[in-house]
């Protein structure tokens, strides 16, 4: 079998057409169609059909390009790794992406480690919405971005997603809401004052579902996008706010609270997406270690709970 011929397969499938195929890899039409037809013959069966003014791809078409966009998905890691692993002595370039909705105490433990390789390396941080990410990973502008969320269905990338681990959250109280504090969990939820995640969030959903679960209705009195000025709000006494489990002593130290309890089936998720399939980079590997090995290992969320919590 020609590789190049199944290239041009590639590119025509992924672009939808020989036009564009042609326009991409500046070859005459009637060129990409010809090696098309030799690779249909080569294989022995065809790999698009005719449907209106375009084409489609047959049941064989769609088996093959599933293997020609892993196979080139490889090539092009290997060309990434070749050119971005660094010589001994050199300092190390990682450029991550953090989105948005990733809490910065998280996004800090996550990235982290990759400060602490035996090579030098100099970190460069973006913080932005997660298409917006995908767009520059895309363009080899990122080497990571690590998100709360796995790369959306409607988003068209070549990229891949690495679960980094999950955990359940907590929920916090200031001294000036002591009533509430000294209630028994869940119960002390119940008609308290609430600082909520924004009900279009993943979190904000599977915590309303949670307290709906067990028929305990908190009075909201605000709703944040930002989990960092829901925190700062709950310090002020404003009303109970959430963090993640695995933070429970960090937040309790950082903002002078209390943890009420935990709700670990409201779990929130990280993920590390790169374009690498086999993760080579170095500073990608420290991170999914650690992460997966300390940060959300099920020993790093063990904690003994209070009385009375």
């Known amino acids: 079998m020609n590789y190049k011929h199944l290239h041009y397969f590639y590119q025509v499938a992924k672009l939808g057409g020989v036009i564009r195929a042609s326009e991409c890899l500046h070859l005459s039409p009637q060129t990409i169609s010809s090696q098309i037809q030799s690779l249909e013959e080569a294989l022995g069966m065809p790999l698009l059909v005719r449907s209106g003014r375009g084409l489609a791809l047959t049941d ?41 909705a990733v809490p910065k105490t998280i996004a800090c433990r996550l990235i982290e480690p990759a400060s602490q390789l035996p090579e030098p390396v100099r970190i460069i941080c ?24 796995p790369i959306p269905s409607a988003v068209s990338v070549r990229a891949f997603n690495h679960r980094l681990g999950g955990c359940g959250i907590s929920f916090f109280a200031a001294p000036a809401l002591r009533e509430f504090c000294n209630r028994p969990f869940p119960a002390c939820l119940d008609g308290a004052p609430m600082l909520m995640p924004a009900e279009e969030s993943a979190v904000g959903q599977r915590l309303r579902h949670w307290l709906q679960a067990r028929a305990l209705r908190p009075q909201v009195v605000g709703e944040f996008d930002d989990s960092a000025l829901a925190k700062e709000f709950g310090r002020r006494g404003m009303g109970i706010f959430i963090g993640l489990t695995v933070l429970e002593r960090d937040i309790e130290k950082q903002f002078g609270v209390r943890a009420l309890g ?45 009385a009375g919590a």
């Open 60 to 100: 064989t078409g769609r088996m093959v390009f599933g293997y020609a966009e892993a196979l080139f998905s490889i090539g092009a890691e290997l060309e990434e790794a070749v050119r971005e692993y660094p010589h001994k002595g050199k300092l190390l370039e990682f450029r991550v992406g953090v989105a948005d």
């Open 262 to 306: 935990a709700a670990p089936d409201v779990a929130e998720e990280f993920f590390a997406i790169s374009v690498e399939r086999r993760i080579t980079h170095p500073c990608v590997t420290a991170i999914t270690e650690a992460a997966r090995n300390e940060l959300f290992a099920p020993a790093s969320r063990e904690r003994p709970r209070r």
């Open 126 to 149: 973006r913080e932005w919405k997660l298409d917006m990410l995908l767009a520059e990973l895309a363009l080899h502008r990122l080497d990571l971005i690590i998100a709360d969320a």
